[in-house]
């Protein structure tokens, strides 16, 4: 027989830095999960990935046990990613935080492309641009 579902909890995790503090330990603890089960499954889970922010979709069951699944990382981390950048322009469409090439945004649309809703890569690319400019970085 399958488990009966609770709840299902998102949250931003840095790979492999999962610690009980908030918000993972408020988040599991009014489920009463067991935190520390999570962060040592997560942290192992997600090692080679360290420092970047990954959502975590965890599924809670009524009889406190859990699952989880790791997503790619969002759009704007692989974009502050490729071009080596801390974060967007302070005020994006007046001061540019950098440029974005055709190819890095198809390649960030390829990365992201379970996550999207399209399977079109120009499409994807087209996302991928949006979310861009919105950072106040420029595109092709």
Known sequence: MAKKIKTLIK???KGG??????????????????IMDFVKAFNDKTGEQKGTVLP???????????AFIVKKPPVAELIKKALGIQSGSKKPGRESAGKLTDRQAREIAEIKMDDLNTKNVEQAAKIVKGTARSMGIQTE
């Open 11 to 13: 949250l931003n995790i």
């Open 56 to 66: 975590v979709v965890i599924t809670v069951y009524e009889d406190r046990t859990f």
């Open 17 to 34: 830095e999962a610690t009980p503090a908030p918000p993972v330990g408020p988040a599991l603890g009014q489920h009463g999960l067991p």
